[in-house]
């Protein structure tokens, strides 16, 4: 489980996603303008007034934090403590009018997540692990056991996530599960620590997009690494392997990596 955090900087991660979540449900299912960063992937004024709000609550409570948001960039990131900001992951199913999106807040302490929120404003519905239980709306949660790899529930955003040895890795496992469902992004996270997913696999992912995963998933009893079973971390590769147990992790590591 992630480190402890204290309750000083939980309750400030509500406050940010209270924040955020004013601006989103502004703009959700409105005519709104979408441009192309220079990665060609979307971004709406939404995300961008969303991490203002953030940033600006961050710099007037905790001015010697850092900050990392994907629309913005860094700012003091060589400090001890980061806030790790994705004010809208899975922009492209907001831009579609469909709440399988979510704020994430994560902060980390010398690179490593010891806090994580999950929010989806529209629907009401709040991740939180931050070294202690993880909480759903309030309520300590739980992943389900899952030992064998032929009953699990795997789930992924998109299969384009993968390419090369990458995709022939994540067709392995995909094969060797119950069945696969796709998209969610950020959601699928939080539905696999509340004990409905058994997996999460994806790849080419940034710091803002696993860091607030980590403590949501492992403060509910789940297992969540890089593909080789290393822990997450600012410095990782982007591919995140998140399973309901350690089994289950174990075994989905080993098909990845080459198992038959």
């Given at each position: 489980m ?8 939980v ?14 449900k ?6 709104i303008?979408v441009e ?6 979307p ?6 007034e969303?991490e203002?709000?953030?940033r ?5 409570t905790w001015p ?8 913005q ?10 806030w790790v ?5 899975g922009?492209?199913?907001?831009i579609?009018?469909k709440p399988?999106f979510g ?5 980390v302490?010398d ?6 929120v999950?929010d989806?404003?529209?629907l009401g519905?709040r991740w939180v692990?931050g070294?202690r239980?993880t909480t ?5 949660i739980g ?9 699990a ?7 384009d996530?993968?390419?090369g040895?990458d995709a022939?890795?994540?067709q392995?496992l ?8 796709y998209?969610?992004?950020c959601?699928?996270?939080g539905?696999?620590a509340s004990?409905f ?23 509910a ?14 410095s990782?590769d982007?591919r995140v392997?998140?399973?309901a147990?350690?089994?289950l ?9 080459g198992?038959?």
């Open positions: 992630a480190d402890d955090c204290p309750a000083a900087f309750d400030f991660a509500g406050r940010l996603a209270d924040a955020s979540g004013v601006v989103i502004r703009h959700f299912r409105t005519r303008e192309r960063k220079t990665d060609e992937t971004v709406t004024i939404a995300a961008r969303s203002t709000a953030m600006r609550l961050i710099n007037e010697d934090h850092g900050i990392i948001g994907e629309e960039g860094s700012e003091r990131e060589d400090a001890a403590l980061v900001l994705d004010s809208i992951d922009t492209r199913a907001f579609a009018g399988m704020t994430l807040i994560a902060l302490r690179g490593i997540p010891i806090l994580g999950i989806q404003p529209v519905e692990g070294g239980r759903f709306n309030g309520a300590a992943v389900r056991p899952c030992g064998a790899l032929d009953e529930v795997l789930n992924t955003t998109s299969p996530l993968f390419a040895d022939a890795s994540f392995r995909s094969g060797a599960v119950a069945h696969t469902q998209g969610g992004d959601y699928a996270y539905l696999l004990g997913m058994d997996l999460v696999v994806e790849a080419g992912l940034k710091p803002h997009d696993f860091c607030a995963l980590v403590p949501v998933v492992e403060g009893g789940g297992t969540i690494t890089d593909w080789q079973g290393g822990a997450l971390s600012l990782s982007g392997i998140a399973a147990d350690p089994e992790h174990a075994r989905a590591l080993e098909r990845l990596n198992a038959a």
